[in-house]
C-alpha cells in the first residue's frame, strides 16, 4: 500500500507540475457562471408559458430537468477531459521520456503502477465531477426553486462513467503514444454518446435495429448507459403531462437501466482493469 501511495502522489505532483488542475479550475468557474446566468434566464422566461393548474404542466419542472439535464452532460464531458489528460501517457508515453523504466523495476511494479495511476485519477476525476454536479444542482435550486429526485445517485453514476473513461484511457496507454491515445479515447467517448442517440431515435421510431445499436452500445461503452441511467433517475418521481413534456425534450429518450447497468459497470471496470495489467505486463518497455 506504501508504493501506491508514492505513485498516487507522484500522479498528483505531475498534475500540479502540468497545471492541469488550474486550467481546469478557471474553465469550470466560466461554466458555472454561464450557468448561472443561462439557468436563471431559463426559469425566467418560460414562467410565463403556462401555470400549473393549465393542463396539468409545470414549466419549473420541465425548465429544471431540462438545464440540469444540459449540465450533466458538460459535466460528464469535462470529467473525461480531465480523466484523458491525466492518463493518457501513463505507460506508452512515459515509457518514451524514459520516466516509466526505474519506477516497474525498482522499488514497485508494473501491477503497482497501473492500480494506483487508476486510483489517483478515479479519485481526482470523481471529486471533480461530485463538485461540478452538486455546484449544477445547487444553482439549479436557487435560480428556480427545483430540485432533483435521486441527486446522489446520479451522482454517483457519473462518477462511475468518468471512472470508465479513466480505465479505458490507461489501456489505450499501454498500446498508444499520448497523442494518439487521447484522440482515441475521445472517438472512443464520442462514438459512445452517438450510439446512445441512435437509439433514442430507434425508440421514437420502432426501430428494432437501432435500438439493438444502442444495447451493444451500453455494453460495450457502459458509461454512456450511465450517463442515460443518470438522466432518467432525476426525474423518476415526475408523472403525469410534466413526464410527457420531458420526453419531447432534448432528453426525453433517457432510459432507466436499474441496477443491471451499474453492476454491469463495476463488471466492465473489473474486465479492463484485469486487460490491461495483462497487456502491461507482456509489453517491452523500450
Known amino acids: 500500500m506504501n508504493d ?6 507522484y500522479a498528483l505532483r505531475e498534475s500540479l507540475r502540468r497545471k492541469v488542475f488550474l486550467i481546469v479550475l478557471l474553465l469550470s468557474c466560466a461554466f458555472l457562471a454561464l450557468y448561472g446566468v443561462g439557468a436563471w434566464r431559463a426559469f425566467r422566461d418560460t414562467a410565463s408559458f403556462v401555470s400549473p393548474d393549465q393542463i396539468g404542466l409545470d414549466s419549473d419542472v420541465v425548465t429544471g430537468a431540462t438545464v440540469l439535464g444540459l449540465a450533466m452532460f458538460a459535466t460528464l464531458f469535462l470529467g473525461t477531459v480531465l480523466a484523458i489528460f491525466l492518463t493518457l501517457g501513463v505507460v506508452r508515453g512515459d515509457a518514451e521520456r524514459g520516466l516509466l523504466q526505474p519506477l516497474v523495476v525498482r522499488p514497485v511494479g508494473r501491477s503497482t503502477l497501473i492500480v494506483a495511476r487508476f486510483i489517483a485519477a478515479a479519485v481526482v476525476c470523481g471529486v471533480y465531477v461530485v463538485v461540478l454536479f452538486a455546484a449544477e444542482t445547487v444553482i439549479t435550486g436557487l435560480a428556480g426553486g427545483w430540485w432533483p429526485d435521486h441527486a446522489v445517485l446520479a451522482g454517483g453514476e457519473l462518477v462511475v462513467a468518468v471512472a470508465v473513461i479513466v480505465a479505458l484511457s490507461l489501456l489505450g496507454s499501454v498500446f498508444l503514444s499520448a497523442t494518439a ?45 450511465l450517463y442515460q441511467d443518470s ?56
Open 231 to 286: 438522466l432518467h433517475v432525476i426525474t423518476s418521481g415526475t408523472s403525469g403531462f410534466n413526464r410527457f413534456a420531458l420526453e419531447l425534450g432534448p432528453f426525453g429518450g433517457s432510459v432507466g437501466g436499474g441496477a443491471e447497468v451499474r453492476a454491469w459497470a463495476v463488471v466492465y471496470l473489473v474486465l479492463v482493469g484485469a486487460a490491461c495489467l495483462a497487456a502491461f505486463a507482456r509489453r517491452d518497455l523500450p
Open 181 to 225: 491515445n487521447g484522440i482515441a479515447v475521445f472517438m472512443v467517448f464520442g462514438g459512445g454518446l452517438v450510439a446512445g442517440l441512435l437509439a433514442q431515435i430507434g425508440r421514437a421510431i420502432g426501430s428494432d435495429t437501432l435500438r439493438s445499436i444502442g444495447r451493444w452500445a451500453s455494453l460495450a461503452l457502459p458509461f454512456e448507459a
Open 4 to 9: 501506491v501511495a508514492v505513485i498516487v502522489g
